[in-house]
């Protein structure tokens, strides 16, 4: 299966959640924001939102400072 993932094209297992594409890119899901397909999905929906072939993704890992 192919999705974008933040404007770069990536071959991924069909069936992979969001939480499960985070996870395997090395991202922790409390500190992310993910847009599929132009629309916010939310952090309770990250377990159960199944990425499909041709999904576009974009995906804003936050970062503390001060």
Do not use: C, W, Y
């Not at 990250?46 to 041709?54: I, K, N, P, R, W």
């Not at 995906?59 to 400072?65: D, T």
């Amino acid at each position: 299966m192919q999705i974008v993932l933040n404007g770069e094209n990536r071959a991924l297992t069909p069936g992979l959640s969001v939480a499960g594409l985070l996870k395997e890119i090395g991202i922790e899901s409390r500190k992310v924001a993910v847009e599929r397909n132009l629309e916010i999905v939310p952090k309770s929906a990250f377990e159960t939102t199944l990425l499909a072939d041709g999904d576009r993704l974009e995906i804003v890992h936050f970062i503390g400072g001060g």
